[in-house]
């Protein structure tokens, strides 16, 4: 591993990172900043950024080829796995199997978490939603 590899790369400030998504209703309301991509960043093999909802918002009922994981940050909602629902707030951890169909709903005073996959970029991960 070189020089850079070792010192690691670091994100000072996520607040002044841009806040993408929100625009494709197939998506539903969730928005997002990019922590780690290797198209924004100089890493490889992880992608990882926060998901971000404001009250009652929503990522709607999708699947994807890598396994996911969530980590509750800030407020509540409820993340349904494979039909299971699972409470979501700060400190929660979820593993997202690959393939397994999933879906968000915050609550009233919205949702913040943060989320991975091992990729390299986002854009290898291909989200197919369920049909409305």
């Not at 690691?8 to 780690?36: A, C, K, S």
């Not at 404001?54 to 969530?70: F, K, N, Q, V, W």
Request: aromatic share 10%; proline share 8%; glycine share 12%.
């Amino acid at each position: 591993m070189d020089a850079a590899g070792l010192m690691g790369l670091m994100v000072p400030d996520i607040n002044q990172l841009p806040l993408e998504g929100g625009v494709d209703p197939q998506y539903g309301t969730v928005r997002w900043r990019t922590l780690f991509c290797a198209d924004k960043t100089a890493t490889v093999g992880m992608v990882m950024g926060i998901a971000e909802f404001g009250p009652a918002g929503t990522l709607l009922p999708h699947r994807h080829g890598p396994a996911e994981i969530y980590f509750g940050l800030e407020g509540h909602g409820t993340i349904t796995i494979e039909g299971v629902p699972h409470d979501m707030k700060p400190g929660v951890a979820l593993y997202i199997p690959e393939n397994a169909e999933h879906d968000t709903v915050a609550g009233d005073e919205g949702l913040r978490f943060l989320y991975a996959f091992p990729k390299d970029r986002f854009s290898e991960i291909e989200y197919r939603f369920a049909a409305a």
